[in-house]
């Protein structure tokens, strides 16, 4: 009996205790409550400023390389900071002949050959600086061209050499030759030989490019293209020869052609009328010559009337013989012709 009585007694007793702490976290709770409440609306809430970004710059540039007399353009994007009411730019490392500005996009045109690292720093309202990454650009001395034909004056058919000496600029060259004739077209290298295959009058340039697209624009070289006389540039004197031997009977069964060729356009046609002048001028003294010789021979000469005149004759008186005019004796008998005095 008594041991029910004491189970009992403590499951009572552990209700209490229980109770009793359930009552003491609820009062901690409700002044836990109490002590944060909410700030009345006349307390001032502090606020805090939001920090700026940081500062940043980048540097491009349009061309790393580039031949004089050309330009590159320079561009900065700046960001962060406070850029109110705008960025300040300071440029380093550019080339001579720059006007070095402030502006984040401005063009360049070099007055100087080299390479060149370029940066800019960059500033804003708040006294905030950053400098920008570096960016290379090579300036090279402008592109040159040379242009050279081995000959002013050729036979058709028959080859020639075209040699171009480029210089400055950067890299390889691309050729574009001009005013070739036909057979000497579509090269694109600094020499070659080719054998043009039409007559008349050429003048020959070219134009060279280097990688940065610099152009130069050469010299002219005249070439004048005669006929090779037997319609075979590689003709022959014997029909089955050839090279110099070719050549040979060229000229000697064309000597007109092997003297144009020897002589470039103009010096020729005046040595060819200075000829046909000079013969002219012969063929017209020796016609005078003959017409004169002619026109004196047909003269009569001195004394010739009297010779022609008939002789008159008489008879002699001894003989009656003919005795010939003017004779003082008779050619028969020897008898004086002149008159007896009575």
Request: charged share 10%.
């Amino acid at each position: 009996m008594w041991t029910r009585d004491l189970s009992v007694g403590l499951a009572l007793g552990l209700i209490v205790v229980a109770a009793g702490f359930g009552a003491f976290g609820a009062s901690s709770v409700v002044g836990e409550l109490r002590t944060t409440a909410a700030p009345s609306a006349s307390s001032e809430v502090p606020v805090v400023a939001a920090a700026d970004s940081p500062l940043n710059a980048v540097l491009s540039v349009n061309r790393s390389s580039l031949d004089m007399p050309g330009s590159f353009t320079v561009d900065t994007t700046a960001s962060g900071g406070n850029p109110s009411p705008s960025y300040t730019y300071h440029y380093y490392g550019m080339p001579a002949g720059c006007t070095v500005n402030e502006n984040p996009t401005w063009s360049c045109s070099p007055s100087a050959t080299g390479t060149f690292d370029i940066n800019v720093s960059v500033s804003d309202q708040n006294g905030n600086v950053t400098s920008s990454n570096f960016e290379d650009v090579t300036v090279d001395s402008a592109v040159t061209a040379t242009l050279v034909v081995n000959v002013t004056s050729v036979s058709e058919n028959q080859p020639i050499s075209v040699t171009t000496t480029p210089g400055g600029g950067s890299g390889s060259y691309n050729y574009d030759y001009f005013g070739t004739p036909p057979g000497c077209g579509g090269f694109n290298s600094a020499s070659f030989t080719c054998n043009p295959s039409s007559t008349g009058q050429y003048t020959i340039y070219v134009e060279v490019m280097d990688t940065n697209g610099g152009v130069a624009i050469s010299n002219s070289v005249g070439l004048s293209v005669t006929s090779s006389g037997n319609g075979n540039g590689n003709g022959n004197g014997n029909g089955n020869g050839g090279g110099n031997s070719g050549n040979g009977g060229n000229n000697s069964s064309n000597p007109l052609s092997g003297l144009l060729s020897g002589f470039s356009g103009v010096l020729s046609l005046l040595l060819i009328a200075g000829i046909i002048g000079f013969v002219t001028w012969i063929l017209l003294i020796v016609g005078v010559w003959i017409i004169a010789v002619v026109l004196i021979r047909r003269l009569p000469k001195r004394g010739a009337a009297l010779a022609a005149a008939p002789a008159t004759s008489t008879k002699c008186a001894s003989c009656s013989a003919n005795v010939p005019g003017g004779s003082k004796f008779c050619p028969e008998c020897g008898a004086s012709t002149a008159p007896k005095n009575s």
